[in-house]
C-alpha cells in the first residue's frame, strides 16, 4: 500500500532541494530556529506528514506540516543568502 501523504506533500515536493522561508502558526521558538520566515532554510526531504529542513548550522529540523501555514521559495544556497 505504500507510504500515506497528506494532502499538501504534493505541494511541498517543490521545494524539495531548494531553499525557503517557512512561516508556521503560532510557535514558541525558545531556540530562535526562524519559523518565523526569518530564516532560510533548505528543504531536505518531504515525509508522510512532516518536511525536513536544514538551516545555515547544518541544523535538522523536522516540521509538522499541519503547523506550517506558507512557504516562500529563497534563491541561492542557505549560506550564500546568510553572507
Known sequence: M???RC???????FYQGRN???FV??????FDLGLDGTQIFE???VGCDC???ADEDDRRITI???KIVAIVGA???????LA
Open 2 to 4: 505504500g507510504i500515506q
Open 7 to 13: 494532502s499538501c506533500c504534493d505541494q511541498y515536493d
Open 20 to 22: 525557503a522561508r517557512i
Open 25 to 30: 502558526e503560532s510557535i514558541e521558538d525558545d
Open 43 to 45: 528543504v531536505l526531504q
Open 51 to 53: 518536511i525536513v529542513v
Open 64 to 66: 509538522d506540516c499541519r
Open 75 to 81: 534563491p541561492g544556497t542557505a549560506n550564500e543568502n
